[in-house]
């Protein structure tokens, strides 16, 4: 509210003759107890009015009722100036911005940003952590174009190395020619389920050399499974043709099995990269580093950067045999990157337990002279636990994500008939919205949450349609439609009102911080300000919905006016949701 800010900076002017700034004056939003929408904190200005901070406040809050027509009036609690603003500014704020077509979605800024989220491995399938990565790195690209962003979302897919090559060796070794078509299995669990043959078989391989009187370290370097496997990545480097030729059908059954899960949970991508085609970037960055003396040679030859003075420690950039390691990797990757979509900012979406070595990598990048490294972001995020018990993966480790959806969309489909919120529905039309309240409702639970935060899911808490949960917005959202298509009349071109009830007033309020709060979630890169601020306007509509009579109005021209702000209330809910690419249903 510049105006109010403006206002007081002219009243301390005219009071006190003396010059303060915008940002000596503290503006708040006033406390649910108190009346008015703003409040001023006056204990600043009193050595200015030498008086008490309650004095000061009946003093501003008469000049400004006095010479600001947009205030109605004023209270004064303590050091606090709450000023109730007239209801002729909240109509013309509703009018001219909330009911804007392009409310909600600020003006290009001409800013370039990628967000790389996903990075499966193509050894199994996507789980339960990979999904909250999907969740949030979607969520974050939709906020950042919301909020004036051109956006690359980005999926760099680990497509190769040992742990791609045990599946592809235990495929060999015990499937006899099996597919995802023979098997009935999507493509990725088909692999998956090779990579764990392979864990079980090389660790029963592992007790026979202990049990032959190995130790632990020798039978894992010895046993015949896993040297077949580093032969195996020895000649997928080499370009061998059958092993190629495996690694491209293994990997596309895969791929066939990723599509459907990323369909499923309703995310997408720009741009694919590849590790079989990266993995050997960096190199070239290593030796222009060495040669700016930002690297160094140990005597065995293997290559080091010392970040002791940065409160880092040293760190390996390039081994002795001249191989990669995956800070090598990856300094090539965000140089190609760049060189591809020379973006202002280049978000990673990746979990805490790579803190440090995001940290390296973006330091190791602006020591090189990289002007792009300052608009590196690691968007770090904690694990997702489940209450024990609640559901099982099919290896007993991870909770496997079309497991996940699955289940969720059972615990949708048991409390929606529980409710009997499907009255009328054909079986198609009940499948579908089964998945929207379910997807909605692992969506709004991941993402409510700051990212920075572990979280405890439990699939049964996240479908209370009661709660603080993406159905009950998506309820409120049916609800809304309900009332709309009821109306029978057109309610586009509302002669509007002249003043408002309270719970009027705090729905248009909630309405008008829809912008702000989309800048601030792209500020921070976080979907959580739009999910609380959403579940916040739902209760404000439903406290609305409870308390007027929207069809039985007491005029033709209120009626219109109620069934517009809903009709506003609704497009906001969706538009909100939408930024957390969760769907909301028009009936339920």
């Known amino acids: ?6 206002a007081a900076i002219e009243a301390v002017k005219a009071l006190y003759q003396t010059d303060i700034t915008p940002q000596d004056v503290n503006l708040q939003q006033t406390r649910k107890e108190f009346e008015g929408q703003v409040t001023i904190v006056t204990f600043p ?4 009015s030498r008086k008490s901070p309650e004095q000061t406040g009946e003093q501003i809050g008469e000049y400004l009722k006095a010479n600001v027509a947009e205030v109605a009036g004023f209270n004064v609690i303590k050091g606090f100036l709450n000023i109730s603003i007239a209801d002729t500014y909240w109509l013309n704020v509703y009018q001219t911005q909330v009911l804007a077509e392009n409310f909600g979605i600020l003006p290009a800024n001409g800013k370039k940003v990628m967000v790389e989220y996903s ?17 949030l790195g979607y969520s974050v690209a939709a906020i950042l174009e919301a909020a004036g962003y051109e956006v690359i979302k980005a999926n760099l897919v680990n497509d190769r190395g040992i742990h791609i090559c045990k599946s592809m060796l235990a495929w060999q070794k015990f499937g006899n020619g099996e597919t995802p078509q023979s098997a009935g299995l999507k493509g990725d669990h088909l692999v998956g389920k090779y990579y764990v043959i392979f864990d079980k078989e090389y660790k029963k391989q592992i007790d026979e050399l202990k049990a032959a009187g190995k130790t632990e370290e020798e039978a894992k370097k010895t046993a015949p499974l896993i ?3 580093q032969q195996m990545l020895q000649k997928w480097e080499a370009g061998d043709e059958e092993v190629i030729s495996l690694w491209k059908t293994m990997n596309g059954w ?8 990323y369909k499923k949970l309703g995310v997408d991508f720009d741009k694919f990269y590849y590790e079989s085609n990266t993995y050997l970037l960096g190199k070239d960055i290593i030796e222009e580093g060495l040669a700016k003396g ?6 065995d030859g293997s290559v080091w950067i010392d970040l002791t003075e940065d409160g880092l420690d040293q760190k390996l950039v390039l081994r002795a045999d001249g191989t990669s390691v995956y800070i090598t990797q990856d300094l090539g990757t965000a140089q190609l990157k760049y060189n591809d ?8 979406v990746v979990g805490n337990e790579q803190d440090y070595h995001f940290k390296v990598l973006f330091l190791i990048l602006e020591k090189l002279g990289k002007t792009w490294a300052k608009g590196l972001f690691h968007l770090s995020y904690g694990m997702v636990d489940l209450p024990s018990g609640k559901m099982k993966s099919r290896e007993g480790t991870v909770v496997d994500a079309d497991d996940l959806i699955s289940e969720m969309e059972s615990t949708a489909k048991e409390q929606t008939e529980a409710l009997g919120k499907v009255d009328g529905f054909n079986i198609e039309d009940k499948q579908h919205l089964y998945h929207i309240i379910g997807m909605g409702a692992l969506k709004y639970f991941l993402l409510k949450v700051d990212p920075k935060k572990r979280l405890l899911f439990d699939p049964n808490e996240s479908v209370d349609f009661q709660g603080h949960t993406g159905p009950f917005i998506q309820y409120t959202h049916a609800r809304i439609k309900s009332v709309l298509s009821r109306a029978g009349v057109d309610y586009n071109s509302a002669n509007g009102v002249d003043t408002l009830d309270a719970v009027e007033r705090d729905l248009i309020i909630q309405l008008t911080e829809y912008t702000n709060i989309v800048s601030i979630a792209a500020k921070e890169f976080n979907p959580a300000a739009v999910a609380n601020y959403i579940y916040e306007l739902a209760k404000v509509y439903n406290k609305f919905y409870h308390e007027k009579s929207i069809l039985q109005a007491e005029t033709e021209d209120i009626k219109k006016f109620r069934l517009q702000l809903s009709a506003a209330a609704a497009q906001v809910i969706a538009k909100g949701m939408r930024l957390l690419g969760i769907e909301v249903p028009e009936r339920m």
């Open 119 to 135: 990075s499966p491995n193509t050894n199994k399938p996507l789980h339960l952590g990979h999904v909250r990565n999907n969740l």
């Open 227 to 229: 040297l077949e496997a």
């Open 1 to 6: 509210m510049d105006f109010i800010i403006k």
């Open 254 to 261: 895969v791929y066939d099995g990723f599509a459907d899960t």
């Open 45 to 48: 200005f009193t050595r200015f």
């Open 294 to 299: 930002i690297f160094f040679k140990k005597e």
């Open 341 to 348: 979509f020379g973006m202002d900012e280049s978000i990673y």
